[in-house]
């Protein structure tokens, strides 16, 4: 009994390599989170292998970039520009014209506005004049932007493309839309939704269509006279990378297309757009003699062509200056687009986690035109099954059959031709097999039989862990080991906060010390100065110099980042004067540190490569962390702030508003505070007086009311004769009394320097 028992129980490579086959046939049918997650990244990777392909010579994107931005002013332009394009574009010979961009509020137009305030004048001071009125309403017309821009694109030869977009949710919304405006947003839509809905079976209910929660469209002049309209609402993966377009969204019954489908039938003149609904899904979209597959719900798998600028780009500062060759447009599609960073129409793409929205629109286009098409067959599932089976089952039989060694190279050639059929099928045909799984399988079954080799895993961990607590504070250390997909290739958008702190003069105080003495000098500062980032649970990004920034908000999560990093540089500071008395019984000059710390969207992540992790931000707020740092020299602070960090930490800190700054790089000014002590803190009554004073320096400051504002500044110096912020002030309005800034000056100050 004992030994069938025995037999019943033991273990063997055949048991072994059966429980891992099923293992992964049940995670398979499953859909495990990070095994898909991991599958669309080798999908990504499959692009990379592929590279660049040359794009349809149909498709132009005029771009409203840096240049444009430059040349043209500040986005939103009037629309009285967006007019002029179209006109220049037509003339050209442009086809079609698609616009990635929305005109869903009327224009802003200062002129109008003018002649309605003199129009009231006149009225209520001479009466009504049919002959003036008739004046006042011509003139009207010439300044109505809106109105020019619509008189444009009725007279356009080229057909008209409209973009809008879909609410997908609720949560989309910071209010509740009522009925009356959704029924008045779907009227001016209506007209684009597909023509035709063929159905294989009329009582079709189960049809996993993608629903919009409500439509937000374009002004109601505009689609009155437009060719047609195309929603641009794009929708990412759940890992932030945007591989598929919808080309079907539902809504009160109807379906809607996309920009790009739409771009593309006027383009083809085909007669007719259907499509088609099986039964428990959609089989595609016809158009003409093209047909387009899609997934179940209507998605297309946009089979990107390269990284961005891979279609033809022309500035649009160049198409209004007219600073093209003739003809660049003729029987082309031209999209109409933002590619400029600060516009924020960017997406996250296997070839790039900067790719602007309207080029996605390209790809697309330029697919249905060409019928490159990047497909998931429906046999692919039954294929997939049918390969871990297999490739479980050579391993299983191999392994055991053959020596460690020969068994590695075994598994490892396995893999490698595997991958080899996979990216031959993705590159020569379009067609899109798992990968993960059926290497799973390899690799568990492979993992399972020589598992002793593993025994000592625990003890590596262990190792590892010793190792990166010397750089990172340990929190965030078991943060990483349980979730390392917080260190994936590529990165993701988030509000996070950065620290810089950089020690003044210290270049030219190290001149009196040997390199050796510079070394200890700063490894003592720096352990100081980490532990407290530490505590704080801050990572510490990167020691530059004698600078040192920090992250906190990630890897791991912290809603209270900008509390957390505000503590920290506030203990850095009390830390610092701890440490220079104590360097001061040695004779060691004391140190001085300035310190900037800012909130804001961040591009976080590993922003290196696959060979080397290089975890970090990136952004224009990383920057402004940075510029915030060296401006305390100019205003002679030790911590200045954002107006981000100030608003998220509220009344937990005591601040001080310093000033309202344009920093180099930056257009938009940023509202700076000192940061001076945590809210349990107790200033000196003579302190807070001090700072009353200079509040109200710096409004009568911001009004020109220079003489008062200088007596505050030096009633705040009296009061406090080291404040370096009220010293900067009282020099700037003296400044000011002899040579007054420009009429149109808003009280902010640009800073033209660095400060390094």
């Avoid at 869903?104 to 004048?121: G, K, M, T, V, W």
């Avoid at 079709?204 to 195309?230: E, Q, W």
């Avoid at 391993?395 to 031959?424: D, E, M, Q």
Wanted: charged fraction near 20%; aromatic fraction near 10%.
């Amino acid at each position: 009994m004992k030994l069938s028992l025995k037999s019943l129980f033991s273990i063997s490579p055949l048991s072994l390599t059966i429980v891992a086959i099923l293992l992964v046939i049940i995670l398979f049918l499953a859909r495990v989170t990070i095994l898909d997650l991991i599958e669309l990244k080798t999908y990504d990777l499959r692009f990379l292998f592929r590279g660049q392909k040359q794009p349809s010579p149909n498709i132009v994107i005029a771009a409203i970039d840096e240049k444009s931005l430059d040349t043209v002013g500040r986005w939103p332009w009037p629309r009285s520009k967006i007019a002029s394009l179209v006109d220049v574009l037509s003339r050209d010979g442009a086809r079609v014209i698609g616009f990635d961009i929305g005109f869903l509020e009327p224009d802003e137009n200062s002129q109008l506005a003018l002649i309605d305030q003199f129009s009231q004048r006149v009225d209520a001071q001479y009466g009504k004049n049919s002959r003036l009125e008739g004046f006042l309403e011509e003139s009207r017309k010439r300044a109505d932007n809106d109105l020019t821009l619509a008189e444009a694109i009725k007279n356009s030869p080229a057909e008209i493309v409209l973009g809008y977009f879909f609410y997908m949710s609720q949560s989309d919304l910071d209010y509740t839309i009522e009925q009356g405006e959704i029924d008045d947003q779907l009227e001016r839509i209506i007209y684009s939704a597909y023509p035709l809905i063929l159905y294989d079976d009329p009582d079709t209910t189960a049809v996993p269509f993608i629903k919009a929660y409500a439509p937000r469209s374009n002004l109601k002049i505009f689609t009155d006279v437009a060719a047609s309209s195309g929603f641009f609402t794009l929708q990412s993966d759940q890992d932030g990378v945007l591989r598929w377009m919808p080309l079907v969204i539902e809504y009160g019954g109807d379906l809607f297309p996309p920009l790009a489908i739409q771009c593309a039938w006027l383009y083809l003149g085909q007669s007719q757009m259907m499509v088609n609904v099986g039964k428990y899904s959609i089989d595609g979209i016809n158009m003409g003699d093209r047909f387009i597959p899609t997934d179940e719900s209507g998605q297309l798998l946009v089979n990107y062509l390269g990284p961005p600028k891979t279609f033809p780009h022309v500035s649009i500062g160049d198409i209004l200056s007219g600073n093209f060759a003739a003809g660049t447009f003729k029987d082309k599609i031209v999209l109409v687009g933002a590619t400029a960073t600060g516009i924020y129409d960017m997406r996250n793409t296997p070839f790039s986690p900067i790719f602007p929205g309207v080029e996605v629109h390209a790809n697309v286009i330029d697919n249905v035109l060409t019928g490159n098409l990047i497909s998931k067959p429906r046999w692919s599932r039954i294929f997939d099954l049918f390969a871990i089976v297999i490739l479980g089952a050579l391993v299983g039989t191999a392994i055991p059959r053959t020596t460690a060694i020969k068994g590695f190279l075994f598994v490892s050639g396995l893999i490698i031709l595997y991958i080899s059929v996979a990216l031959w099928l993705f590159v020569k045909n379009g067609v899109w097999l798992d990968m993960v799984y059926p290497l799973l399988t390899i690799a568990l079954s492979y993992l399972v039989l020589v598992v002793y080799y593993y025994a000592t895993e625990e003890r590596e961990r262990k190792k590892i862990k010793r190792a990166f607590t010397h750089y990172v504070a340990p929190v965030v250390i078991e943060a990483m080991l349980k979730d390392p997909s917080r260190l994936k290739l590529g990165g993701e958008e988030k509000v996070l906060t950065v620290l810089f702190s950089d020690l003044q003069g210290f270049t030219s105080a190290s001149e009196r010390y040997s390199p050796h003495e510079m070394i200890v000098i700063l490894s003592e500062y720096y352990a100081s100065m980490t532990e407290q980032v530490f505590a704080y649970q801050g990572m510490l990004k990167e020691y530059v110099g004698d600078e040192l920034m920090a992250i906190f908000g990630a890897p791991i999560d912290q809603a209270d980042h900008a509390q957390r990093a505000c503590g920290a540089a506030l203990a850095m500071r009390d830390q610092r004067n701890l440490l220079n008395e104590e360097w001061a019984k040695i004779g060691r000059p004391p140190l001085i540190a300035r310190t900037g710390v800012n909130s804001g969207r961040m591009l976080v992540g590993n922003l290196g490569s696959k060979y080397r992790l290089a975890y970090g931000v990136l952004g224009d707020q990383v920057n402004l962390g940075s510029r915030l740092e060296g401006l305390n020299k100019g205003y002679g602070t030790e911590i200045l702030i954002g107006e981000h960090t100030a608003e998220l930490v509220g009344d937990s800190f005591i601040l001080r508003e310093i000033d309202l700054v344009q920093v180099v790089g930056r257009v938009q000014p940023e509202r700076i505070f000192e940061l001076l002590g945590g809210s349990s803190s107790a200033l000196p009554d003579e302190q807070e007086k001090a700072f009353r004073f200079y509040a109200a320096g710096l409004q009568a400051y911001r009004e020109q009311r220079w003489k008062e504002a200088l007596e505050n500044f030096r009633k705040s110096l009296e009061l406090r004769p080291g404040d370096g912020p009220s010293r900067t002030m009282a020099e700037r309005c003296l400044i000011y009394q002899e040579t007054p800034p420009p009429e149109e000056w808003d009280g902010v100050f640009e800073a033209v320097h660095k400060y390094k």
